[in-house]
């Protein structure tokens, strides 16, 4: 069917209209394919011409432009043409405005070269292959300029709105720290028996970690370029256990981690250590680590603890810029790619971003609502109506991108500005989840050796666990094949290195270990969400 809708998907891109007009037009794209499609072209097209190099204009531009015309003029049509009327018209003319006709015919070109090319590869794209379009990571735009701390007024007032928070997601991470409250809920989901694996999975990670506060990918088998992420996981272990960097039996070991992590932070707000193909992957990780200690820091404990703690009034400006540059970094599809602003989004590496910034909502950080119904009509756009979940409408089917892609639309939909903003595609949603609670019964944790995937079985759980209650048996069928499997592949210095494990060649032995215990931590991270 033909849209009649007639928006500035430019402007759009380009974040120069209002926000309100932003919220219309991306629920419009969440239902709408020919202006999905139409919006995917234009981002394309503007991120190849991003790789041209600007074109700086001589003084003598404009004269030379005449003459060349002038040498080339012949007669058209039967009549010539009179040169001294068009000399006179472009000498008139300012520079910027024949500077602007040249770009403007540059354009067109590469336009249809780049269309060319697209219908070469229009499915399987090498993000290798396209390392000249990478855009340089942007710095905060029209945000104003950060101080570097908050003011003591400013945390208190914070401090006082999360600890009296009716957001659910908020309220379980500050619920971790009541020892009853996790019995509780370890009884409710049969997760009782496992607390002795979880410790000792701690304690490995403690002893592993790194004098500068990192835990090292590479010492234990991984590639160091995932160090960054690593330690953020290593740190989400801990605040999964109520535990922050002013309180807690590993309180040292998050406080040196926390410290390192801020140090990794560039100005333009980007958590890495160096520029790599996986920078927003780290950068989500990462973040979500800062924001996990920083809540459970300024949640629960006292005003004097948090006012004269001054690693919490750099964590609230680092998280701030932090998460700012998520913003800056969606793509014009609503996702979030390995790199900032890519032409490739990847729902995976989207799920981070999701989860960090719906986890931000409660620190008043403008631009998050917004950002997050952009990244729901991705979601809508990579997912089929059989409950599978890909990078693109065309790529593939993987069982962990549906269980990513599952999570990340309960963690959307636990925002009821966003869950009642659009009855259509919640009631497809609805209906997609029913699937894949359908698709991830039928495909359980692997039990007999063979190649592993925690990374499946981290996602999966916490979809699983968010079944409705009628549903129960089907969370009782994935908890149980956790439980033996994970308890037959620890080691005796707590680390899990069997089954072998598809990812391990990259994060190693910490990657499986902590891969390993936030799954075993699902009972308590954070409340079921459908």
């Excluded at 193909?277 to 005003?303: K, P």
Aim: charge should be negative.
């Amino acid at each position: 069917m033909q849209c009649n809708k007639d928006y500035d998907l430019v402007s759009y891109l380009n974040n120069e209209i209002s926000d309100v007009e932003k919220v219309e037009i991306s629920t419009h794209l969440e239902t709408c394919q020919q202006c999905a499609k139409e919006l995917k072209n234009i981002s394309q097209t503007i991120s190849s011409l991003r790789g041209v190099p600007e074109i700086e204009v001589s003084d003598d531009f404009t004269a030379r432009i005449i003459s060349s015309i002038c040498v080339n003029t012949e007669k058209q049509g039967g009549g010539l043409i009179k040169k001294e009327s068009l000399i006179n018209y472009l000498r008139l003319s300012p520079p910027w405005a024949i500077s602007t006709a040249v770009h403007l015919l540059l354009f067109a070109i590469l336009t249809f070269i780049f269309v060319q090319q697209s219908y070469k590869h229009p499915v399987s794209v090498n993000l290798k292959d396209h390392v000249s379009l990478i855009i340089k990571e942007p710095s905060l735009s029209e945000t104003g300029v950060l101080s570097p701390y908050m003011s003591d007024s400013d945390i208190k007032m914070l401090a006082d709105k999360i600890k009296l928070s009716d957001d659910r997601i908020v309220r379980g991470v500050l619920e971790r720290a009541d020892k009853d409250k996790r019995a509780e809920l370890l009884e409710e989901y049969g997760g009782k028996e496992i607390t002795g694996l979880i410790s000792r999975g701690l304690k490995h990670l403690a002893q592993t970690q790194e004098e500068n506060g990192s835990w090292s990918a590479s010492k234990y088998g991984g590639r160091d370029e995932h160090s960054v992420a690593l330690t953020g996981l290593a740190v989400l272990c801990f605040t999964a256990e109520g535990e922050s960097h002013l309180s807690g039996d590993f309180r040292e070991n998050i406080n040196k981690a926390v410290r390192y992590i801020l140090s990794l932070q560039q100005e333009s707000g980007l958590v890495n250590s160096h520029l790599t193909e996986i920078s927003m992957y780290n950068h989500a990780i990462a973040t979500y680590a800062l924001l996990e200690d920083y809540l459970l820091a300024i949640g629960l404990s006292s005003q004097d603890e948090t006012e004269n703690d001054k690693l919490i009034k750099e964590l609230s400006c680092a998280i701030t810029r932090a998460v700012l540059f998520i913003i800056e970094a969606q793509s014009a599809d609503g996702g979030w790619g390995y790199i900032a602003r890519s032409p490739y989004p990847d729902n995976i590496v989207t799920t981070w971003q999701i989860q960090v910034l719906r986890l931000s909502c409660s620190l008043d950080i403008t631009g998050i609502e917004q950002t997050l119904y952009r990244a729901r009509s991705f979601l809508n756009s990579v997912t089929t109506d059989g409950g599978f979940v890909g990078s693109r409408p065309d790529a593939g089917d993987a069982l962990t991108g549906m269980a990513s892609g599952m999570n990340a639309y309960l963690w959307l939909n636990s925002l009821p500005s966003i869950r009642d903003s659009n009855d259509i595609i919640k009631k497809r949603w609805d209906e997609i989840i029913t699937r894949q609670v359908a698709i991830l019964e039928q495909n359980l944790p692997l039990l007999e050796s063979g190649e592993a995937d925690l990374y499946y079985w981290f996602w999966g759980a916490q979809a699983m666990l968010s079944t409705p209650d009628d549903d129960k048996e089907r969370w009782n069928k994935w908890n149980a094949r956790i439980k033996e499997t994970l308890a037959r592949g620890i080691s005796e210095d707590g680390s899990w290195q069997t089954p072998p494990d598809r990812w391990r060649v990259y994060g190693g032995e910490l990657y499986t270990t902590t891969m390993a215990l936030l799954t075993l931590q699902v009972y308590y991270r954070y409340p079921p969400l459908r």
